[in-house]
């Protein structure tokens, strides 16, 4: 039996539907949920030990980037981290990814979208001979950031992925 995946949530309340959070249940993950609030997810992920943390960029206390260097200063397992943003650019979404990001996501997107790339993203993490080959996932990044170039302007999903 495959390991179930353990998947904190940091969003402001009403943000991530009860739709949602049964959608990633129903698929296999622990969902764990924590108010928009770096130093309180900073506890959970010590006492968790997720193997997902989806988080948005500038959140109370500590923002993402504080998050994920506290995490690796501590020696902690690393989870895979999806942010979420409202805001971009270029050297912004260097910074996240280089501060050890594995996706970064603009808003408005979908969460069934997330939800799925949660999977994938775990998935890779835990079985790295999956199936799922690091190229497979630099093309399916490829094809994203293609998508992003072809909608990117109409305000649609802009995805962003770690190196590879």
Known sequence: MEKQIKVIICADDGEWSRENTDALASR????????????????????????????????????????????K???????????????????????????GADYYAIQPFSKTEIIDRIFTLAGAAQHPSNGTSRSDLRIQVTEIRSEERRVGKEGRIRWSAGPL
């Open 73 to 99: 200063a501590e020696g902690l397992p690393k989870p895979v981290f999806i942010i979420t943003a409202a805001y971009s650019s270029n050297a912004l979404e260097r910074q996240v990814m280089e501060a």
């Open 28 to 71: 296999g993950a622990q969902v764990m949920t924590v108010n928009r609030n770096g130093t309180a997810l900073l506890t959970k992920i010590r006492d968790e030990k997720p193997d997902v943390v989806v988080m948005d960029l500038f959140m109370a206390g500590v923002d993402a980037l504080g998050v994920m260097h506290a995490v």
